[in-house]
């Protein structure tokens, strides 16, 4: 009896983690808006110049 129980706790266990990993998942690609700002920019005067580069 002890050990059913054991192995139904485990069992329990790895079913909860596999369902938290599939939940938390992202399910769509994540994507970051473009910008020639640099990150963190509070005035328009921060460009990349590697945007501009030729």
Same mark, same amino acid.
């Given at each position: 009896?002890?050990?059913?129980?054991?192995?139904? *706790?485990?069992?329990?266990?790895?079913? @909860?983690?596999?369902?938290?990993? /599939?939940?938390?998942?992202?399910? =769509?690609?994540?994507?970051?808006?473009? *910008?020639?700002?640099?990150?963190?920019? @509070?005035?328009?005067?921060?460009? /990349?110049?590697?945007?501009?580069? =030729?």
């Amino acid at each position: 009896m002890r050990q059913k129980l054991a192995l139904l *706790t485990v069992a329990y266990v790895a079913i @909860s983690a596999i369902l938290l990993v /599939l939940a938390y998942h992202p399910q =769509g690609p994540v994507t970051t808006q473009k *910008t020639d700002r640099v990150a963190g920019a @509070s005035t328009g005067s921060h460009f /990349l110049v590697e945007r501009f580069a =030729g």
